[in-house]
């Protein structure tokens, strides 16, 4: 008798949206945010994201290349880095260092951890604290919106490194991006238009990002900052809607990633607060990724009949 039954290995259960599919989607999600980055600051940003994308592309490639593995740009991951980490620096940031910022997010975050899915925290986080740390100035250095238009290059503190400014900022500069910052965290409209758009097409699911900014709004307001202009200012929205949700770095149970979003929540509105630095969302993003581990093994699910040890 001709046996009917299949024996292979997991996964069992397939879907047509490939990881290549995957990336497309983001990229796709993070054009708005990329066109906003134009507008406010010109067409340098277009630049910027260039040469982050080359490079990143390029650096994947001559790993695989070094090491003797098959190339693995074609799932697009690598543009995604690369565009992440773009809209993670200023406009005015000299090229070098975004070249700088793409080597270490691909090769030293995502290649020697054995590539896409194996890296224990998001590579463009990553790549943007060690450029934070190392050069400081520069990227620290915030030209003004529309300056460009005028011909001229003025820089000016962001809205959470001075008081004065973000008194100065209404509520809809701050969602409109008219203000200093990073080439992608400036425009919360275009940002949200990205992040909709992803949970639309179930690439994430709205958890993480909702825990996280409503834990935000939250602990600002204990901590007696305007919690509307928290949430509005900042890598918040970025961080929340394309960074934190990156599916190897964040709890894959629903218990999980609202611990997650609280913690980063929390993390971040006390190195708002209280820290040196008046953002806080790299940072918590990269803690709460070295405890994702420990978080799937708390919340996942026990097996029915599971005998106790």
């Known amino acids: 008798m001709e046996s009917k039954l299949l024996v292979t290995v997991s996964p069992h259960i397939k879907s047509p949206m490939t990881t290549q599919k995957v990336m497309l989607n983001v990229l796709i999600a993070l054009v708005p945010a990329a066109i906003a980055s134009v507008i406010l600051f010109g067409w340098r940003s277009l630049l910027l994201i260039a040469v982050t994308n080359i490079s990143c592309v390029l650096f994947e490639t001559l790993f695989n290349m070094v090491t003797k593995r098959p190339n693995t740009v074609a799932d697009l991951s690598a543009l995604v880095t690369g565009t992440l980490l773009a809209m993670n620096l200023p406009v005015t940031l000299p090229l070098w260092m975004a070249v700088v910022g793409a080597f270490v997010a691909i090769v030293i975050a995502k290649m020697l951890f054995g ?5 224990f925290a998001n590579p463009a986080i990553l790549a943007r604290i060690v450029l934070l740390i190392s050069f400081s100035t520069a990227m620290t250095t915030w030209a003004k919106p529309l300056q460009w238009l005028y011909g001229e290059a003025n820089t000016g503190a962001t809205p959470l490194a001075s008081a004065s400014v973000m008194a100065q900022t209404s509520y809809l500069d701050l969602f409109l991006g008219n203000k200093g910052g990073c080439l992608g965290e400036v425009s919360v409209l275009a940002l949200l ?11 994430i699911t709205p958890t993480i990002p909702f825990t996280y900014i409503a834990t935000m709004f939250v602990f600002s307001w204990l901590f007696g900052a305007d919690p509307v ?11 929340a809607f394309f960074m934190a949700t990156d599916y190897t770095t964040s709890p894959f149970t629903e218990k999980g990633k609202i611990i997650f979003g609280v913690g980063l929540g929390l993390i971040t509105a006390v190195i708002r607060a209280f820290g040196s630095y ?20 708390l919340t996942r699910t026990k097996p029915f009949g599971r005998v106790k040890v």
């Open 115 to 119: 590539g896409l899915g194996q890296n």
């Open 229 to 239: 202009a928290e949430i509005l200012s900042g890598g918040l929205m970025i961080g």
């Open 193 to 203: 238009i990205g992040g909709l758009f992803l949970i639309f097409r179930g690439i």
């Open 278 to 297: 008046p953002e806080g969302v790299s940072f918590s993003i990269l803690l709460m990724n070295i405890l994702v581990p420990y978080i799937d093994k």
